[in-house]
């Protein structure tokens, strides 16, 4: 039972992780109606902006901060430079972009800090956490920035206008652009939005897996399977179908001896078809109609 319970945690804490990227995955998808594959290599290169920062001997959260600051404005950058001249090019285009942009800034993360593996601090430590076995300071800690950050974005988009502007611009953009919403800058706040929830998700995840330009290649397929699996179109959605991957991930490879540590990534993949065969728009998604 003890191994259950903690497989049960190290699944939650692993998939509040897959949940922070689907969430971002998601928040473009709502504003151009595409998935972004360039979403882990964005947040990896964030992980390693906060590293070199830290290197030069800034202190953690002054770098956690001034990382996030540099992944909202490189991704309004990237949307109003390449996204925004391609939002009436036809699918393929738009995927050979993020295939790209995956390409590109895996190799220039390698060109400027190389392939070689390395460590990166954590802000709360790996001690147990209140004496517990089942939990560490720091799975305690990403729980907590997690649960903040969840908070805060639900909190953003039901109270403040700009979150109700989104909204309306990633729901109806015609009829958004006729009441006066700046349709075009709403969807790059979901880029800069996206990008800094990634960030989040690659530096409380880095000092666990290690920090090198293929980090998040895995826990991308995780994050985009959390997304499919709880709805891509709902925030809520997203965030439930990270969790339940990260816990149907742990309990998969730890009671089916067949999965163990290398067939996870089939579970992730079987589990979006079984969602799919049953909810094409996943546990939480809508039904989206077009006027033809």
Known sequence: ?????????????????????????????????????????????????????????????????????????????????????????????????????????????????????????????????LGSKLISLHQAGVLVVVVVLLVSLGAFFRFSRAGLHMQAAAANPESARLVGIRVGWMKALGWGMASTIGAVAGMMIAPLILLDPNMMSGVLIYAIAGAVVGGITSPVGAVIGGLAVGVIENLSGTYIPVVGGELKLTIAMALIVVVLLVRPNGLLGKNIAHRV
């Not at 360039?38 to 906060?50: H, K």
């Not at 540099?70 to 001249?85: D, L, N």
């Not at 190799?107 to 601090?121: E, H, M, Q, R």
Request: aromatic content about 18%; charged content about 10%.
């Open 1 to 129: 039972m003890e191994l259950f319970i903690q497989q049960i945690v190290a699944g939650l804490f692993t998939g509040s992780i897959y949940a922070c990227l689907a969430l971002g995955i998601g928040m473009i998808y709502r504003a151009i109606g595409h998935v972004n594959f360039a979403q882990g290599e964005m947040a990896m290169f964030s992980t390693f902006v906060a590293w070199q920062l830290m290197q030069w001997g800034t202190p953690y959260w002054i770098a956690f901060v001034a990382t996030l600051v540099f992944s909202f404005v490189a991704a309004g950058a990237i949307h109003h430079v390449i996204m925004r001249p391609l939002a009436k090019a036809d699918e393929m285009s738009n995927i050979a972009v993020f295939v790209g942009m995956f390409a590109m800034i895996n190799s220039l993360a390698g060109f400027i800090w190389d392939f070689n593996v390395k460590t990166f601090p954590s802000p709360f430590g790996f001690d147990s956490f």
